[in-house]
């Protein structure tokens, strides 16, 4: 069973710091949020142990490396074949992130490649999994808007950091 998580300001703002400053460790994170280094050093423990920050890994600009080709992909899968259409997507290198969906598809995906040769590549081997039935593909021509989590998390925290001395971000 899924379990919610609250998050409140001083949440938002220790990932909001964390983004703005990955490399920080817990006393530039209590300094720019004017919180104690064991409060910093305590949420954040609590927020890996519920699985809210998953990594501290660099974030990779796909394009800038190389693979700016890049493409979103609807396959329609045979009936009960998701797991079998799921390890068959873990093994091509160019799928950057796959999704079970509602709809028209069953499965989006998201693919980068260096060329559209790449492209073609990639888009041959979805096809050759037996899962899939059929595929559709848009080329994306530019990103309006990069993935991002701290406008969502912002929009619903929770007002009181139990923080009075926690300094508000701009």
């Known amino acids: 069973m899924f379990h919610r998580r609250t998050l409140d300001a001083l949440d938002v703002a220790l990932l909001g710091a964390l983004r703005e400053h990955p490399r920080a460790g817990a006393l530039e994170l209590s ?17 890996e142990d519920d699985g809210v920050v998953t990594g501290y890994g660099p974030d990779v600009d796909v394009t ?3 693979f700016g080709v890049q493409a ?8 009960g074949a998701i797991e079998d259409v799921q390890r068959d ?17 069953d499965v989006l995906c ?25 595929s559709t593909s848009v080329v994306a021509l530019s990103r309006l808007v990069p993935f ?6 912002a929009s619903e925290a929770a007002p009181d950091a139990g923080r009075s001395a926690m300094r508000t971000r701009p």
Do not use: C, Y
């Open 31 to 47: 300094r720019l949020t004017g919180v104690a280094r064991a409060t910093v050093s305590a949420r954040l423990q609590r927020l």
């Open 64 to 66: 800038a490396a190389g």
């Open 72 to 79: 979103f992909v609807t396959l329609e899968i045979a009936q």
């Open 89 to 105: 997507l873990e093994d091509i290198p160019g799928l950057l992130e796959a999704h079970a969906t509602t709809g028209s598809g």
């Open 110 to 134: 998201r693919v980068a490649a260096s060329s559209h040769e790449g492209l073609q590549k990639i888009l041959v081997d979805l096809n050759r999994s037996p899962a899939v039935v059929r």
């Open 148 to 153: 991002r989590t701290l406008p969502l998390l």
